[in-house]
Every structure is written in C-alpha cells, then in structure tokens.
C-alpha cells in the first residue's frame, strides 16, 4: 500500500499549473534539496508556457516588423525557447516517461532505449 504523504510548502507566486505540477510532484517523489529547486524552476516554466499560451489567444500569429516586414510574432519564439527549458529541466529531474515510468535499474524509458542503441552499435564497430 502505498504512503499518503503531504505535498511540500509551494513557493511564493506559482499559479494553477505550477502549483498543480508542485503538489503533485512533491508527493509522488522524494526530491533531494538541489533537486527542489529545479521542481521550483519546472513549475515556474510551466506557468510561464500557461501565461503566454493566453496571451497567444488573442496576439496576431504574423506582426509588421520595420526592417523585414510580415514576421511570425515573437512570442512563438519563447513558446519554443520555454518548451526546451521544460525539457531540460525534466531531463535533469530523470522525471519517468509519461507513457512508461521507469524500469527496475531506475532510468526512464528512454534512457533505456539509448543505453540498448548504444550497446547494438558498440557490437558492431
């Protein structure tokens, strides 16, 4: 049977999505310290991916710049650089594959995958 712990205190200023993301993470794994502060920093990406996600609802997808003319909103661009973040930060976390979880050596899925990628070409060479 599994524990029922309490989620720990979020940090200042996170909003829905952090704090969902905070609450649910914080009890599902035990983090060390350092670790805290890259979940802090997860779910602080993720409210900012949620705050420009709005703003994008309503921004035009093509604006007028003077020197090139139609170019793609710029908030695109920080969507895409705020995903990457995400990324790294959840690599950096080991966080499980959505869809998989992890296998008994404690690696994600994918690790796996890497590590038996790299095993089939290392035979080979």
């Known amino acids: 049977m599994k524990s029922i712990r309490e989620p ?5 200023g996170l909003a829905e ?7 649910r993470l914080t009890v599902e794994y035990d983090f060390r310290t350092d ?3 890259v979940v802090r920093e997860f779910c602080r990406t993720l409210d900012t991916l949620e705050r420009l996600a709005t703003e994008l609802e309503s921004a035009p997808t093509m604006v007028m710049s003077p020197s090139q003319g139609l170019v793609p909103n710029r908030l695109f661009a920080e969507v895409r650089q705020q995903r990457l973040a995400l990324r790294g930060l959840a690599s950096s976390l080991a966080l499980p594959d959505a869809a998989g979880g992890r296998g008994g050596d404690g690696m994600t899925v994918s690790e796996n995958a890497r590590k ?10």
Do not use: D, I, K, Y
């Open 8 to 12: 720990l205190p979020p940090p200042a």
């Open 17 to 23: 999505r952090g704090l969902e993301a905070w609450n």
């Open 35 to 37: 670790e805290v502060h």
């Open 116 to 125: 038996a990628s790299r095993a089939r070409w290392s035979r080979g060479a």
